[in-house]
C-alpha cells in the first residue's frame, strides 16, 4: 500500500511504487487533498501527468511527488523527482502546443523556489523542466546558471520527449547524494516579498508556513502570537490596549500586521480586524494583487465569481487609513466594525497640524480638532466594551513633511486615554524610533507594559544579506570605513556595483534576474537631471501597473524605462534594483549636498527637516532590492552646467572608497 511520505505534497512515494499502483488510485490520493469542487478539466489534467509520468519513469529510482505546494508562492509543483541527488521539477501545460516565456518563468521560479527556500535542496542540483504536451521538439542544452550554483536553466520538451530527457539528465548531472527522509523532512525558510506573503495569507497560510524558521532571525510567529494573545486579553476583559511593533526595515513587521487582519477577514467575527495603511500605493498594489489571484483560483475552479464581488472582501481586511478616517467622520457617533485596527508604519500618521488643514481645505471640516493618531484612538475609543489598536513602527523612513512620528501615537494615549494599555517592546525607545525624549513619561505611566516579544531585530527583506540595511546606513551616514567592512562580508551573496553607464546597468540586472523575478529602476522624487537618459522623474507611474504586470508590458517594472520614486516604493521591493542617483544629493568636501531643480538651476536645501527626507529617501530607494542592486551615477556634461560632471563625481569616489566595486 503507498504510504504518504510528505506531507507539503499530494501524493509521494517512491518511484517503483508509483510505477506499481493503479492511476485511479494516485487520482484519488490527490483529489481527497483538495478543499474545492473538482472540475473534470482538473481532473483529466492530473490523470494525463500520472500517465505521462508513468511511461517517462520507466528504468529510474528515486521519489516522486506530485502537486507539491510552495506556501511562500501559494503555488504547487505539478510533479517533483529526486532521483540520484538530483532535485528535477517539472510543470505540464496539458494541451499547450507553445513554451510560453510565462510558463519557462513559473518553472523557473518554482526551481529557485526550492534552491533557496527548501533547506533540503540548497546543495542539491535542480533542474526545471517545462512540458508543453503539444509542442514541437526542440534542442536542448543543459546549463548551469552562472550565479546560482547548482540552478539550471529550463528544459523544454512535449510529452514524448520526457522520458528522454528525464534520462539525460540523470546521465549528465552529477548530484551530491541526498537522503530522501531528510529531503522530504528538511525545513522550508521562505523569505516572502509583501505582495507574496499577502497572496499566501488570504489563502489562508499562517505565518509559519511563510516565515524563516532560521534561529538567526526574531520569530515572526512569536511576534505575532504576543499580539494575538494580547488581542485575546482584551476581548476576554473588556479591556482598550494599544501595542507597538518594532522592527528594523525590512524585519517582518507588515508581514505581523497582514496575518492578523487575515485572520480576521470574516466579516461575521466579533475580533474583525482591518489592516490600514496610509502608503496610497501599497494599499492599491496589495488589492489588486489579492484581487488578481483569487479571482484567477475562482476561474480554475470553475466558480463564477466576479472581480467585483472578491475586490470587494479584500478591501474589507486591507483599507487606505484616510478613507477609514473620512467615513470616521461622516459617522461620528457609531464605532466602526473593526475591534481591531493595525496601522502600518505607524509613524508616517501626520501630525496636528497637517490633519487638520487638510480636513478645513481638502474636506470643509473646519473645526477639527486632532492630529490623525489621536483622532484615530479616538474613533475606536468609541468601541463600549473592547479595543486594540496595533501599531507597526519602523525608524529611519520618514520621508514627506507633515508626519507625526512614534511619540504622538504615544502622547495621545496618555494624555487623553488614561484607560488604555500601552504594550511595546524595550526598544521602542532607540533613537531610530525617534521616542528617547519620551522615557520619563514611559518610566512613570501605569499604562505601560513592557512585551520583549513585539520587536523584530533582525531584516528579512534580502535573504541574501541581513547586513544590507547596516551598510546602507553607513553609506548614508558618510562612515566610508564602516562601509567597507559591511561591504567585505556581503558583496559575494548580495552583489552592490556602481556604473556611469546605464544601457550597461540595465543589461545586469536583466541578466540576473532569473525566471520571473522582479526588476526595476528606481529614483529620488527630486532626481529632476536625469531626463537626458529618459528618465523624468515627474512622469507618475501607476504602481500597479509597475509592480504587478508582467515583462511584454510597457508599463511593467521590467521594461526598465519609468523609475519608481520613493513615494511609489516604501515598503514594497524587488528583488533586484537599478538605482539612478541624481545630483540632488551629492557627495562633497563638505559631507553630504541638498538640492531641488527649480527652473533652470539646483538650488540648496536649507531646512534641516527637508534634508533628512532627502536622506531617507535614499535610504528607501538603496534599501528596496532583495538580492542586489546596481547605482548608476551618471558622468555629468561639461556643456550642460545644470549637470556639471562636479555635481556626480564625488558621489562617485566616495561611493567607491566605500568598498562598491565597478561594473
Excluded at 534552491?115 to 543543459?142: C, M, N, Q, R
Excluded at 481638502?362 to 463600549?384: A, Q, W
Excluded at 515598503?571 to 531641488?596: K, M, P, S, T
Aim: charged content about 25%.
Amino acid at each position: 500500500m503507498a504510504r504518504t511520505i510528505l506531507q507539503r505534497a499530494w501524493y509521494g512515494d517512491t518511484i517503483p511504487a508509483f510505477l506499481r499502483t493503479e492511476e485511479d488510485r494516485i487520482l484519488g490520493r490527490i483529489a481527497s487533498r483538495t478543499s474545492a469542487e473538482m472540475v473534470l478539466a482538473q481532473r483529466d489534467a492530473w490523470m494525463r501527468e500520472i500517465r505521462i509520468l508513468k511511461r517517462s519513469l520507466t528504468g529510474l529510482d528515486g521519489r516522486v511527488y506530485l502537486e507539491f505546494e510552495i506556501p511562500r508562492m501559494g503555488r504547487r509543483i505539478d510533479a517533483v523527482l529526486l532521483i540520484n541527488g538530483i532535485v528535477l521539477v517539472v510543470e505540464f501545460k496539458i494541451g499547450e502546443n507553445y513554451y510560453y516565456r510565462h510558463a519557462l518563468d513559473q518553472v523557473c521560479d518554482y526551481a529557485l523556489d526550492l534552491k533557496y527556500f527548501h533547506k533540503g535542496s540548497h546543495d542539491a542540483a535542480v533542474v526545471p523542466i517545462l512540458v508543453a504536451t503539444e509542442a514541437p521538439a526542440v534542442g536542448w542544452t543543459l546549463a548551469e546558471h552562472s550565479r546560482v550554483a547548482g540552478l539550471y536553466h529550463p528544459i523544454r520538451t512535449n510529452e514524448s520527449g520526457l522520458k528522454d530527457r528525464l534520462h539525460q539528465i540523470v546521465s549528465q548531472v552529477s548530484g551530491n547524494w541526498i537522503d530522501p527522509d531528510s529531503w522530504e523532512n528538511a525545513p522550508y525558510q521562505p523569505t516572502p516579498t509583501v505582495i507574496e506573503a499577502a497572496r499566501a495569507l488570504f489563502n489562508n497560510h499562517s505565518v509559519a508556513d511563510i516565515a524563516r524558521h532560521d534561529a538567526g532571525a526574531q520569530n515572526l510567529t512569536r511576534t505575532t502570537g504576543q499580539v494575538e494573545a494580547i488581542i485575546e486579553d482584551c476581548a476576554a476583559r473588556k479591556r482598550k490596549a494599544i501595542c507597538f511593533v518594532t522592527g528594523v526595515p525590512g524585519a517582518g513587521k507588515t508581514l505581523v500586521g497582514l496575518s492578523l487582519a487575515a485572520r480576521r477577514s470574516d466579516p461575521q467575527l466579533d475580533q474583525h480586524t482591518v489592516f490600514l495603511s496610509g502608503n496610497g500605493p501599497l494599499v492599491a498594489i496589495l488589492q489588486e494583487a489579492l484581487t488578481r489571484d483569487a479571482h484567477q483560483r475562482q476561474k480554475q475552479s470553475g466558480k463564477a465569481v466576479t472581480k467585483g464581488e472578491i475586490r470587494a472582501r479584500v478591501k474589507s481586511f486591507i483599507q487606505n487609513v484616510h478613507h477609514f478616517r473620512d467615513e470616521a467622520v461622516r459617522d461620528p457617533d457609531n464605532p466602526p466594525h473593526d475591534h481591531v485596527a493595525v496601522f502600518d508604519e505607524a509613524q508616517r500618521a501626520w501630525n496636528y497640524e497637517k490633519t487638520c488643514q487638510f480636513m478645513k481645505q481638502k474636506k470643509g471640516v473646519s473645526d477639527f480638532n486632532y492630529s490623525e493618531p489621536e483622532f484615530l484612538i479616538r474613533t475606536m475609543d468609541r468601541h463600549r466594551e473592547w479595543a486594540v489598536v496595533v501599531c507597526l513602527v519602523g525608524g529611519g523612513q520618514e520621508i514627506n513633511t507633515g508626519e507625526a512620528g512614534i511619540g504622538a501615537w504615544l502622547e495621545s494615549a496618555c494624555r487623553s486615554f488614561p484607560d488604555w494599555e500601552i504594550c511595546l517592546a524595550p526598544e521602542f525607545t532607540d533613537p531610530e524610533f525617534g521616542a528617547e525624549s519620551l522615557k520619563p513619561i514611559l518610566r512613570e505611566s501605569r499604562q505601560v507594559q513592557w512585551c520583549d516579544d513585539l520587536h523584530l531585530n533582525v531584516s528579512m527583506r534580502s535573504f541574501r544579506a541581513e547586513k544590507v540595511s547596516g551598510f546602507v546606513n553607513a553609506l548614508l551616514d558618510l562612515d566610508a570605513n564602516r562601509a567597507r567592512q559591511y561591504a567585505d562580508r556581503i558583496l559575494d551573496r548580495y552583489p552592490v556595483f556602481i556604473t556611469r553607464d546605464l544601457d550597461g546597468a540595465k543589461e545586469w540586472v536583466r541578466q540576473q534576474a532569473y525566471g520571473a523575478e522582479r526588476y526595476g529602476m528606481v529614483a529620488s522624487s527630486q532626481a529632476e537631471r536625469l531626463k537626458p537618459y529618459a528618465i523624468d522623474v515627474r512622469y507618475a507611474i501607476d504602481p500597479v501597473q509597475w509592480f504587478l504586470n508582467e515583462k511584454d508590458d510597457v508599463r511593467s517594472s521590467y521594461y526598465l524605462e519609468d523609475a519608481a520614486s520613493e513615494f511609489d516604493i516604501q515598503g514594497l521591493e524587488l528583488d533586484w534594483c537599478l538605482v539612478a542617483w541624481d545630483g540632488d544629493f551629492r557627495c562633497g568636501d563638505g559631507g553630504w549636498g541638498h538640492f531641488q531643480f527649480r527652473g533652470s538651476r539646483w538650488e540648496k536645501i536649507r531646512k534641516e527637516e527637508r534634508r533628512k527626507y532627502q536622506k531617507n529617501a535614499y535610504r528607501v530607494l538603496l534599501t528596496r532590492a532583495r538580492q542586489g542592486m546596481v547605482i548608476f551615477v551618471p558622468p555629468g556634461n561639461r556643456n550642460d552646467p545644470t549637470r556639471a560632471p562636479d555635481f556626480y563625481d564625488g558621489t562617485w569616489q566616495y561611493l567607491r572608497s566605500a568598498g562598491l566595486p565597478v561594473l
